[in-house]
């Protein structure tokens, strides 16, 4: 046998950090994968999903060849003849030019008969590779097409920050070094920020304090000194409540004024409740939120780091923006060891400005919409219904809200194209599936959105069906993807290939290696000194982004200020006899959305509430788990540390399994940024058959 060789490349999944991997092959075969200890935020380990990620790149059920529903997209037919079709009609094995002419065929045919609106491409986060944006140049350039507009996951958050402070942007993640207070507000760190973990442990152990508030008591509760646990949608009011007690306290910046538009008016909102009456509508003791604040207040510098699910809510965006004023009035911001950080700029270092997107496309759907804006459209929009929907890095069937409206939705279109690696609810109803690269297969390049640092990936292995690598030049890897295999193809070359079958001149524009783009998307980067050569031997860190944000208290608003907010968040709802619980479908550390890395059970998903909660089942019984949108088939898990109001169960649970949380949560956006509302579905238990 064979020494090891050990490649290095990144994850390239929907995760804040963006891990550099090193991957050992013996004899060809994957032996060992495990983080890089030369990376500076990955440090040598990996989360629990990744680890395991040899068994998803290694399972039998990989798609491997073009998939074909023969008679695919030459009948129009509504939900039942639909639904009979994809089940006497099962996806079938083609070569890949017959994949990719009649991919070509049916989408001239629609945009011909239609016009380029009846057409919609979905990308969505499921690789964060830069080179995905080169889909929706082929879109724009045939088109442009139809797309979908805002974020599902940090629209909201997003939206937020930008308003109120001109940017999106965080604070170095080794900042939290000089803070002595540091805020987890809502952030699950041992599930959705690991390589945050041992940062948060060097500041403790340096003196900082730690504070966390969740719904849920997640295990971030072993870092914090306090943990308190809001009533689901009550941030806002925990945020107003300890601006409260600032003011009261005399703890807040005299020379906020200077930095801040509106504190007036902001103040007025603060002080229209008593710090114990928001306390309330948060549903946490008094003593605890003046705990909080005075541990905030007191304790400079501060930091606060606002979790992504933060902004899942009708109500995300003022809730977030709440929090950026509390940053602010506090005289938090602008300083070593301050700042509220959500979100940093994975793209901002890349150059993308190819694509226009929304200033060009004809319509688009909201994403969190998405389901029910199609139905409508197909129902009477003036453009007329969407007929192809081209899906790219997504699996929008399980993972938008409302999912019976999403998959009824793909079931009106005439043809459905999803680029993936293995089945998913969205290939279910796909008319034809085109196979591409895993995490360690792919070539491309990536930035985070948990630190600053910008990385490559570079294929560890050969994807199946590859004939010898010819597309390595300028210290590419060898085993750089073939745009001839017979099996799983990089996307740049699916989108090429279909370009030149669609127009000659697309395919001209869209001409070049995985190389060449690469270069093209690093112009900036390679001016201000940064190669794709050094990102090959190391992260490097994003050169444009601030150590610490906004020093000297400059914002990059109109007004040079930070913009308060000056009205109330919409109301959370409000449990209610009928539906007494709200329904928290949280990430877990064995998925990545809808990636399991375990194999599932057969049978319900496990829902886990408190046993004073569970309407009468005892731990292990089935029940159905029900709210106005629709139900589902739980088996009931008690679990004493949740709130008496909320039940909890994974996120990322599919259709085809009866897990799907999201077939329960109804389609509504945040109240900015295109966010969706997950985390606002009341549900009830109840017994299989219908109550008398």
Request: charged share 25%.
């Amino acid at each position: 046998m064979s020494e090891p060789v050990v490649h290095r490349t990144t994850c390239n999944r929907d995760c804040p950090d963006a891990c550099s991997l090193l991957l050992s092959v013996e004899d060809g075969r994957p032996t060992r994968l495990r983080g890089d200890p030369a990376d500076p935020v990955t440090r040598g380990f990996l989360c629990e999903r990744t680890s395991r990620f040899l068994a998803r790149q290694n399972d039998p059920s990989r798609i491997v060849r073009p998939l074909l529903r023969r008679g695919a997209g030459r009948v129009r037919a509504g939900g039942g003849p639909r639904e009979a079709r994809l089940r006497d009609a099962p996806l079938q094995a083609i070569p890949w030019d017959e994949a990719l002419d009649l991919a070509a065929e049916r989408l001239r045919a629609i945009r011909a008969e239609s016009g380029p609106a009846s057409i919609l491409h979905y990308r969505s986060g499921g690789s964060l590779g830069l080179l995905k944006h080169v889909s929706e140049l082929l879109f724009e350039r045939f088109g442009p097409v139809s797309i979908k507009r805002g974020d599902i996951c940090s629209g909201a958050g997003e939206a937020a920050q930008e308003l109120d402070f001109g940017i999106s942007e965080s604070h170095d993640l080794f900042d939290l070094q000089h803070s002595r207070t540091i805020v987890l507000w809502g952030k699950n760190v041992h599930t959705s920020c690991v390589h945050l973990l041992p940062v948060l442990r060097e500041a403790r152990a340096a003196g900082a304090m730690i504070l966390g508030m969740d719904p849920v008591r997640t295990r971030a509760a072993e870092l914090c000194d306090l943990f308190v646990q809001p009533r689901p949608g009550g941030d806002f009011a925990l945020a107003m409540g300890m601006a409260r007690w600032l003011f009261d306290h005399g703890a807040t910046d005299p020379r906020a004024a200077d930095y801040c538009e509106h504190l007036d008016e902001y103040s007025a909102l603060v002080h229209g409740r008593t710090a114990e009456a928001w306390a309330a509508l948060a549903d946490v003791p008094a003593a605890d939120l003046a705990r909080l604040a005075e541990a905030y207040g007191m304790r400079a510098p501060a930091a606060i780091l606002v979790g992504w699910g933060l902004g899942r809510r009708r109500n995300g965006a003022t809730t977030t923006r709440a929090i950026d004023a509390l940053g602010a009035i506090s005289g938090n911001l602008g300083i070593p060891g301050g700042g509220v950080s959500y979100y940093f700029k994975r793209r901002g270092a890349f150059d993308t400005d190819f694509v226009r997107g929304l200033q060009v496309a004809p319509r688009s759907f909201a994403e969190a919409r998405l389901g029910r804006e199609l139905l409508e459209a197909a129902d009477g929009d003036a453009l007329g219904p969407v007929r192809a929907i081209w899906v790219t890095a997504g699996n929008p069937v399980a993972m938008l809200p409302d999912s019976a409206s999403v998959r009824a939705a793909f079931l009106r279109s005439d043809f459905n194209v999803v680029v993936d690696t293995h089945p998913t609810d969205t290939t279910d109803v796909a008319d034809l599936v085109l196979p591409t690269l895993t995490l360690l297969e792919d070539s491309d390049v990536l930035g985070a959105y948990g630190n600053h640092f910008l990385r490559v990936s570079q294929p560890a292995l050969a994807a199946p069906g590859a004939h010898d690598a010819h597309d390595a030049h300028d210290g590419a890897s060898a085993l750089e993807p073939d745009a001839e295999s017979a099996g799983p193809r990089h996307e740049l070359h699916i989108w090429q290939q279909l370009a030149a079958r669609l127009d000659p001149g697309l395919g001209r524009e869209l001409a070049g290696s995985i190389e060449d783009w690469k270069r093209r998307l690093t112009t900036r980067l390679h001016r201000a000194g940064v190669t794709l050569e050094a990102l090959r031997e190391k992260p490097v860190r994003n050169p444009f982004a601030a150590q610490v944000l906004f020093e000297g208290r400059r914002f990059p608003t109109p007004s040079g200020k930070v913009n308060l907010l000056t009205e109330a968040a919409l109301p959370a709802p409000v449990t209610q006899p009928d539906f007494p619980l709200t329904l928290m479908a949280t990430s877990t550390p064995r998925a990545q959305s809808s990636q399991w890395s375990v194999t599932l059970p057969d049978g319900p998903a496990e829902l886990l509430v408190h046993p004073e909660s569970a309407a009468g089942f005892g731990d292990g019984e089935r029940a159905l788990l029900e709210s106005r949108v629709g139900a589902l088939a739980v088996v009931v898990r008690h679990d004493a540390t949740l709130r008496l109001d909320v039940v909890w169960m994974p996120k990322g649970g599919s259709l085809r399994d009866g897990r799907c949380a999201n077939l329960l949560v109804a389609a509504v956006e945040s109240d900015l940024g295109g966010g969706a509302a997950y985390y606002d579905e009341l549900v009830r238990l109840r017994r299989d058959e219908p109550p008398c």
